[in-house]
């Protein structure tokens, strides 16, 4: 008698089937390989090489967010490269003074402000106004204690008088902080150069927008001394007295790379660097740029 396929398949399920789920129930568990779920090969990869192949992705969003669906090692090395960035936007006159602070307590909210290595914190290119950050409310700048990771700040129309406070009673203010990029800042001077004083880790420096007035206080001397041993960048920045007073309170500069556009006291710069320079970019449309 010949028997039928499906009775077949049905009787060796019966025969191997029941008897490995009597054990799994019995055991308290699945025996090795007699699990119906086994777990898939892709999460039995090892981190590292799981950290090599989303490194290939760091910019592409949509694909890191496919990573961070396909299982939870995966998840864990795809989030950082999804928040390494951080781009807050500030008010307007219309708007809350302080808006710009509302995307970090997001993030701080979701846990997620201690994986942030570049802030932006982006100005209002209309109005133009002056971010200030004193007096504001303390509870509303805990979140800036998350961002232990922080190594490149860029802030716009930064009002730096406003910062000083806050910055001199907590002078371990982004201690890994190695660029730092200010457009338009609002300050005399001699709290520009405070300001950077304070970051002493600090080896990337891009000022730009900014026409020196009052020379300031003096008694303000930086904490620290940076590096500056990265690359300069100055666009549309009159501020030879700055450069001095940089000088006289830091030293001799240890810039390698420079790229300068309009700017007062090209020749200053030139002899300060003349030992560590190795390239110097001038924009074309710039004629003190020929003239040097």
């Known amino acids: 008698m010949i028997t039928p396929p499906g009775v077949g398949l049905l009787?060796?399920?019966?025969?191997y089937r029941i008897?490995?789920?009597?054990r799994?129930?019995?055991s308290g568990g699945p025996l090795p390989g007699t699990s119906p779920r086994r777990p898939?090969?892709?999460?039995?990869l090892p981190l590292e090489l799981i950290e090599e192949v989303i490194a290939y992705l760091t910019y592409d969003t949509y694909a890191l967010r496919a990573c961070t669906l396909t299982c939870y090692s995966w998840y864990i090395a795809a989030v950082p490269h999804l928040h390494q960035t951080l781009i807050c936007p500030a008010g307007s006159l219309h708007?809350?003074?302080?808006?710009w602070f509302l995307s970090l307590i997001k993030r701080k909210n979701l846990g997620l402000l201690p994986l942030v290595k570049i802030l932006w914190i982006r100005g209002d290119y209309i109005h133009r106004v002056a971010l200030s950050l004193w007096p504001a409310n303390w509870h509303i700048l805990l979140p800036l204690f998350q961002?232990?990771?922080i190594n490149q700040l860029r802030i716009d129309y930064p009002d730096i008088s406003s910062f000083l406070p806050w910055i001199q009673s907590h002078r371990d203010f982004f201690p890994m902080l190695r660029g730092l990029a200010l457009k338009n800042p609002k300050a005399s001077r001699r709290e520009l150069v405070y300001f950077i004083g304070f970051f002493q880790h600090l080896h990337d420096l891009t000022l730009s927008d900014w026409t020196e007035g009052l020379a300031g206080d003096p008694t303000l001397i930086p904490p620290f001394v940076p590096l500056l041993q990265g690359s300069l960048t100055m666009k549309r920045f009159k501020g030879a007295n700055f450069l001095k007073d940089m000088i006289d309170l830091f030293g001799e500069f240890r810039f390698r790379h420079m790229d300068l556009f309009q700017v007062d006291g090209m020749r200053l710069l030139l002899g300060a660097c003349g030992k560590t320079l190795e390239s110097v970019a001038f924009d074309p449309t710039d004629p003190r740029g020929e003239q040097l």
């Open 40 to 44: 898939p090969p892709i999460t039995r």
């Open 147 to 149: 961002l232990t990771s």
């Open 95 to 99: 708007e809350y003074r302080y808006a």
């Open 24 to 26: 799994w129930v019995y």
């Open 11 to 15: 009787a060796n399920l019966i025969r």
């Open 19 to 22: 008897p490995a789920f009597t």
